[in-house]
């Protein structure tokens, strides 16, 4: 079956801009999770959903980074005023349910470049 | 805060070789560990999951193995074929939040024809 598919694959926006990058997971997949991850180093958790509700947001830098996912299954990154630092691959990641042993599939990624 | 650590950053070895790659983290009440496989441009790919009862775990020519009372995870790969170069990631997670994995920087790997 079709695996975690994320869009667009490429962005580049200027700063000060709003951005979207989609993601939708696995069908039947209950938990989402939102990555970043800059060059060289590996991805940072950002926020997991459960449903439709966000189970843990503690990993988002500021409140200019907000995510929802209002049916259960798409979700939707956004980034307000949008700055040079953003500049990253945003990765997703969907798993069955939230369960510890549950394997978390991941996408391709969004390469967000901030200009 | 849980913090993990990859040794080395790079890696470059011929064809055949067998090799290890090592993973290091702060806080020892994990709740799993898991090495994972990026290629240039590609999502993730989960190699071998460790719950922190277990001591190894094994998948064809891939062993990893994890002492928790010392921190230290290490991943081995047998024969090493050019495709597997490849950025190898290490990652834990916590009791406190088993869904969010604390990934290291990774070690990318080159194996020479």
Redesign the interface.
Known sequence: GAGVSQTPSNKVTEKGKYVELRCDPISGHTALYWYRQSLGQGPEFLIYFQGTGAADDSGLPNDRFFAVRPEGSVSTLKIQRTERGDSAVYLCASSLTSGEADTQYFGPGTRLTVL | KQE?TQIPAALSVPEGENLVLNCSFTDSAI??LQWFRQDP??????LL?I?SSQREQTSGRLNASLDKSSGRSTLYIAASQPGDSATY?C?V?GYS??????????TRLSIRP
């Open positions: 993990v709740y799993n441009g590609k999502g993730l790919t989960s999951l719950q990631l990652a997670s939040s088993a869904s969010k994995i604390i990934f290291g920087s990774g």
